[in-house]
Each structure stands twice: as structure tokens, then as C-alpha cells.
């Protein structure tokens, strides 16, 4: 390691440590073992901690000294566990292979030590292979000094978690196996004869045999929505037929926290005929927005406060690939609980385009030629289309004709981006599909009107578009990240120095996701200089979204929102083919890990390291000089 980072963390240490003194300490034990767990009716071997599947919650309140004992007691198994959100120094972050943390061995110990620095909504997992998907994962709480509500807004008579995941009745290490034996081992949920004769009934032969023999072309498939399927949703740990609920009494406002600990899942979720005020998007608070269902993906978490009128409410989080269900209950102390669970009707499954490819502002895709692409073993980092810039809210996909449809003008508008708000006068006007340089983030675009449109009364005769399409029914808010404004002022207002690209690609053949056109084993680690600001350019050159976390600290995400209001995240999606922009402050000295979130991606490969640290002069510091990341860290990014 460096001179000057050692310095800096030797220093950190001495002042985290003078602070102690000073604050209470709140203390927990966390006994990681393998136990039998029964989800889905059959008994299987599953991590457990403190004997619970998943993990239990924690809490805290802001200003606490966290001491925290976990103990291994898995036979043969390394594991660690990463503080999810939380600022705190590098050697406490729990990544083995960064900061000198080297994991936790079998049958040994490690206490992590820090102080609470922020309140919110967090969690907390395994970064030590697929250890997440299997049962390492719990959600974390820390509560405002005294418990006393950030503002007005969020001073609430009732407080629950709402942590969703994933259960899959494979092991993580089998379900690697089966994504390295073919990308499409789990797409069980593939087009069938019926849907193709109802794209000739709409759209005409000719058409519809330009746009079949161009995916077929490509090797891809226009349902790869998610990669893993036979997945149990669950709510709190419970099935959807165990139905955890939460109580509370007539006139009272709840505070929802939910909490995204899937492995690889994204959910819409909605609460029937209950609106819901956003109030905290990654723990971070946010001025109130009103919606009635949001987008939640993998890592992320919402704050949302509900005034309930009625009696009983179902909490529904369908996977966006129109699998399943995580199914819950708000209901009314007093009166008794008759209501059974109702297993809500699927919404239309999206169907991927052209766009979603990256191909959106490649004109007449009907006289592309993909003949010469093998697209098993293309690299979608080659693939570098950006093609955020059109504007869609003018389509009608039951009346266009394909054969001279631009697919760019489909409709499938990322969740972060509204055009309902569109500024013409500072953005090109799309409508009339004019070419405009990427010289502003494409977050300046507001995308909300975009919602997509009620299904029509035949489900079965819907197609829908786009990944970011979610079918919310006409007259519903969606929340978009556009919408998401910081509720104080940001600190830190300066204009980035220097931009990062960060492009997101993989290749198809043996399943590998990559950064900048290589794998967390290959790639170079982004060198960062204390203090200075920066901009980090997500572009997503692949056909799947990517939840981009960065450990360590917060960006503020470029949304339209004057630099003062952009909300703090620490994880971003970025959906296909799409480009996502943030400014961070490298306020925080050490290793951080920038990921994927999706656990095979990242287990495969997207994955890389940022390094802060001190400088001499206009020189960065170097690379420290531990292990290279092929051999720090393949107990966690790769199987």
C-alpha cells in the first residue's frame, strides 16, 4: 500500500478511535452457520445467522458507536459481510481483498468497529461468493439522534421493514454453473407460436419476419429480462401464502422502509388503492413525492410513508419479469383478519427492442445486418449506441407498422427519465428525431409522461415494450428518478473536474460481464485523488440493467435537479442500452468496490475497484502494493 494511504488510514483510525469515548455503543453478536430451512416445502441447507433465514434486522441511532462480533462457524467457508450504504473506514467495509481486509476464515471472529455516521434504510451481505443468495443478508436501521423525525413529513405512529428477495431451491454455486453451461439455461419464459402469429395479425408478415430474423441473427431473445429464473419471492423472509403482515390503527401513518435484498430480481411495487409519499431513497432523505407504485431494483431502498383508510391493504412486489409475487398485508388492528392473500393477475411481460440493444438511433433496423455477428460471443461493450435521446410519447405500438417503425421511437423509457418535464428549450426537440451530441448527461431529460399505458381489457392481445415499461395503469404515478430531489441542500455544489466512463458490457459465451471491455480480474482499479470532484459515466453497452453500486460513498445523481437538490445513491440502475451520469466528492480515503449488484454479473466479472487516496503534488497516489485483484478478490467476485 502506498505511503500516503497508509498515513491516511492510520489516521482515520486514531480519530475513530478518540471519538469512542464519546458516543454509546451499541453492540451485536452475528453467528454465521449452515442450517436446514424450509421456504418452499422442502428441506435444504441454506447460511443462516443467529439460527434465523434470512438474517436478523439491526438498529441503530445515529451518533452510536456499532460494535459488532461475527463469528464463522461454517466448516469450510470464508465469509464476510459488507455494511451496505454505510459511510465508515475502508477496513470496515467488509470486501475481502480491499482495504486489507482479508475475510473472515472458518471457525474464526472478526468485530467490526465504527461509528454511526448517518440514519436511513440499509442492509447488510455477504461479499464472499454467492453467500447472499443463500441466506446471508439482513436489513439494517439506524433512526435519527433520539429518534426525532428528519422533518414533519416523516413523523409516523408506525415503523416496519419490508425487505424483499429472491429463494431459489439451487445453491448459488449450481446456479453459476448452470449461467457458465449457456446464458439461457433459465429463459424458460420464451415466445411461443402464438405470439408470433399475433405479431402478423398486427404488424404484417414482411415485418414480422424482418424483425424475427433480425433477433435470430443476433442469438438474443426479446424475453431476457432476468437471467435467473425459478426464483420465491419473498417479503420480511415469508411466502407470499404465509403473508407477513403489518398492523396499525385507524388515523395512523405508517413508515414502509422497503429493502431490495434480492440477488437478482428487480419488482414493481404498488399498494392497491393506497397512495404512497416517497420520502428516503437510499436511506438518503428526499423532498415527499406521491406515486402509486415504483421501481425498485436490486440493492436499492425506498422510504414511503401511507395513510391507511381502509381496513386491509395487500403490499404487491411482482418481478419485472412477470414471474411472481412478494406478497404482504397492512391491516387493521382492531378488526379482525378474515382476508386470504389474492395472488394479483400478472401484468404483461415486456418484450425487449432494439433500443433496449443499444440500437435505438440506429435508423431503419429492418436493413441492419447482423449476419456477420456471432452473438454468443459478441462483447456488448463493443456495443456503443446511445440512444436515450429520442423522444417516445408519441407511439402507439397497436397501430404502428414495424416494417417502417424506427425503433427508437418504441416506447420503453428508462425508469429514471420523464419526458412528461422536458425542457425544449434546453434539450433538442426529439419529436422531430434530430441528432444532439452527448454533451450534457442524459439525465437532463425528463421522461414521466412516458407511464405506460393501461392494458387493454384482452391481456392476452397486449404486447408491451421496452424494458423500462411497467404497464402502470393510466392516471398512476410511477415514480422516475427525475422526480427525486434531496432534501437539503447538497454541500458540495462544484462542477466535476474530470469524467470516469464506466461502460458496462459482457459477452454471452461462458457467461462473463465486464467493465470497460474487461473482468474484475483484468481491469485496472480507477485512481481517484482525495477531495477532488468527479463525474462517473455510466454506459450500458448490454442488453440487461445493471444496479451499479459504489461502496464507500455517495453520488448524486444527475436527474434535472439543480446541483443543490440531486439526490444522494449509492446504488444507480442503468437501464439497457441507456447512459446514467453522477458527481461524487472522493471524500472518503481507501479501496472502494464499484459493482454490479446483480450477484452472477458481479460474480462473473463487473466488477471493478476506486481508489482515494492523498497525492504529492499533482501526482495521484499509486496502486497499493497487496495482491493483485485476481488474487484478493476471487473469494467474492468470482465462483
Known sequence: MSIQLSQSLLVGVCLFSSSWVYAAVKEYHLNIDEQMVNITGKPLKRITVNGQFPAPLLEFEEGDEAVIHVHNK?????SSIHWHGLLLPGLMDGVPGFNQFKGIKPQSDFTYRFKVRQNGTYWYHAHSKGQEQDGLYGTLVIYPKDKKPVAAHEQTDRDYVVML???HESSSDQIMKNLKKSAEYYQNERETVADVLKQVKRDGLKSTWQDRSMWNQMRMLKTDLSDVTGYTFLMNGKTPEQNWTGMFKAHEKVRLRFVNASAMSFYD?????????VVSADGQPVKPVVVDEFRIGTAETYDVVVEPKADHYQIEAESIDRSGFAIGTLHNEAIAQTHAIHMPKARPRALLTMEDMGHGSSGDHGKMDHSQMNHEKMDHSMMKHDSALMDHSQMNHNQMNQEKMDHSMMKHEPVLMDHSQMNHAEVTDHSQHQAKS????????????HAAAKPTVDDQEQLVYGWANASTPAGHKALQYSDLKSLTPQKDTRPAERELEVRLGGTMERYIWTINGKKFTEVEPLQVKYGERIRLKFINDSMMAHP????GMF?????????????????LIVPPGKTVTALLTADELGEWAIHCHLL????????SKMI???????QAATTPSSPSPAKQGDSHAQH
Open 269 to 277: 411495487v404498488n399498494i392497491p388503492n393506497l397512495k404512497m409519499t
Open 438 to 449: 452527448d454533451s450534457k448527461p442524459q439525465q437532463q431529460m425528463d421522461h414521466s409522461a
Open 165 to 167: 428477495s429472491d429463494f
Open 548 to 551: 451499479m453500486h459504489l461502496h
Open 74 to 78: 461454517l466448516k469450510n467457508k470464508d
Open 600 to 607: 452472477y454479473h458481479m460474480s462473473s466479472g463487473m466488477m
Open 612 to 618: 482515494v487516496a492523498n497525492v504529492d503534488g499533482n
Open 555 to 571: 453520488m448524486q445523481l444527475e436527474n434535472g435537479q439543480s446541483s443543490s437538490d440531486m439526490p444522494n445513491k449509492h446504488t
